[in-house]
C-alpha cells in the first residue's frame, strides 16, 4: 500500500509553456495554490502575463469577476528555482517531450518533494514506467494528460504506469475531478488512447500535403465539414506545436516498430525550419 500525501493545498507545475501554464490556470482556477518553475524568469513571467490576460478576457465576457480574476491570480507564485518544489504537495511536469530530461527532472523531483507526494508527468506519449524508475517513489508517478488548450478541454488521461500504485492512481484521477476535467484512466501505452487516434491522423494530412493532394486549406475544410472535426487536422497539427506532434510521432513509430506511424517528411522539415505552428508565428499557417 503506497503512503501518499492527500492533502493538496499546493501543486506544482514544472514548465511554463503551452501546456504547463494552461494546467497552471487550471489548478489556481481550481483553488488551489500553484507553483510555476521554469528555467528563466522570462518565461515564467511571460505565462504569468499570457494567464492574466486571458482571465482578463473571461473578465471582459462576463464569465468571471474582476474580484475571481484577482484571487485567482494571487494563487500563482513563479519561480526559477526548482528546489522550492519542496513546498508542493502534489506535482506535474510539463516540460518537453524529451525522455532523458524528464528522467533527470524526476531524479531532481524526488530528491526534493517530501515522502508521499505523488508526481505526475503530463508527457504526450512517453513511457510513465521509464520516467517512474528514475525516482525511488516509482509507485507514486503515474500519468496526467492534458489536453491542449488545458483551460478548455475536458479530459484527463490518467496513466497508470507498471508500478504506479492503485491509490497514486486514485489520487491523480480526484486531482482531475477537482480541476474540473473528466478523467479516463489507460494503462502505459504508446500515445496512450488519444494521441494514438490522432497523431497519426494529423501525421496523414500532411503526408496528403506532401503529396499535393490538396491545398492546407482543402484538408482542413474537408476534415471540418466532411467529419464535423472543430479544426482541421493542420491547423490542429499548429495548435498542438509540429515540435511536439514529431516527437509523438517518433515515439510510436520508434515504440510500436510500425511503417505506418513513419514522419511525414514534410513535417521534419517544418520543424527543422523553426515553423512550429502557433507559438512560433508560423506552421502550415501564418499567425499574427
Ligand atoms: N487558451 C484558453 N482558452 C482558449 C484557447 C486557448 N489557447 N483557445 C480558445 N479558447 C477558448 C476561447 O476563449 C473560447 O472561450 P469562450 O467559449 O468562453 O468564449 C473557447 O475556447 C472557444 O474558442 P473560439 O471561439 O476562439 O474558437 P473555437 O470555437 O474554434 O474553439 C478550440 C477553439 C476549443 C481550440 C477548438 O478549435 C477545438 O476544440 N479544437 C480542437 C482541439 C483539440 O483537439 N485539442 C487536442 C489536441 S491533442 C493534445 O493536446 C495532446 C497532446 O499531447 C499532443
Given amino acids: 500500500m503506497a503512503d501518499l500525501a492527500r492533502e493538496i493545498k499546493t ?18 482556477e481550481a483553488g488551489f495554490q500553484v507553483l510555476l518553475v521554469d528555467v528563466t524568469q522570462e518565461l515564467v513571467d511571460r505565462a504569468l502575463q499570457a494567464n492574466d490576460r486571458e482571465l482578463q478576457r473571461m473578465v471582459e465576457k462576463g464569465k468571471l469577476s474582476a474580484e475571481e480574476r484577482a484571487a485567482v491570480m494571487a494563487r500563482f507564485k513563479g519561480t526559477t528555482d526548482v528546489a522550492e518544489m519542496a513546498a508542493c504537495d502534489f506535482v506535474i511536469e ?8 524528464k528522467k533527470d527532472l524526476f531524479r531532481r523531483l524526488d530528491e526534493i518533494c517530501r515522502p508521499g507526494v505523488v508526481l505526475a508527468s ?15 517513489r516509482p509507485q507514486l508517478v503515474a500519468g496526467m494528460h492534458f489536453f491542449n488548450p488545458a483551460p478548455v478541454m475536458k479530459l484527463v488521461e490518467v496513466v497508470r504506469g507498471l508500478t504506479t500504485a492503485d491509490e497514486t492512481v486514485d489520487l491523480v484521477r480526484d486531482m482531475a475531478a477537482r ?12 500515445g496512450f488512447v488519444v494521441n494514438r487516434i490522432l497523431v497519426p491522423m494529423m501525421n496523414e494530412a500532411i503526408w496528403l500535403l506532401q503529396e499535393g493532394v490538396a491545398s492546407a486549406e ?3 475544410k474537408a476534415m471540418k465539414l466532411g467529419a464535423n472535426h472543430p479544426i482541421g487536422p493542420l491547423a490542429l497539427a499548429d495548435l498542438v506545436g509540429l515540435d511536439v506532434l514529431l516527437a509523438v510521432v517518433e515515439t510510436l513509430h520508434r ?32 499567425y499574427a
Fill in 255 to 286: 515504440e510500436l516498430g510500425e511503417d505506418k506511424y513513419r514522419p511525414a517528411p514534410l513535417l521534419r522539415q517544418m520543424v527543422r525550419a523553426g515553423r512550429l505552428g502557433r507559438k512560433s508565428g508560423a506552421g502550415f499557417y501564418q
Fill in 122 to 136: 503530463n508527457t504526450s506519449a512517453l513511457s510513465i514506467t521509464e520516467i517512474a524508475v528514475a525516482t525511488r
Fill in 11 to 28: 501543486v506544482g507545475v514544472v514548465g511554463a509553456g503551452t501546456m504547463g501554464r494552461g494546467i497552471a490556470r487550471v489548478a489556481a
Fill in 179 to 190: 480541476f474540473g476535467k473528466e478523467p479516463v484512466i489507460v494503462k502505459e501505452s504508446p
Fill in 94 to 101: 510539463a516540460i518537453f517531450e524529451d525522455l532523458a530530461v
Fill in 218 to 220: 482543402d484538408i482542413d
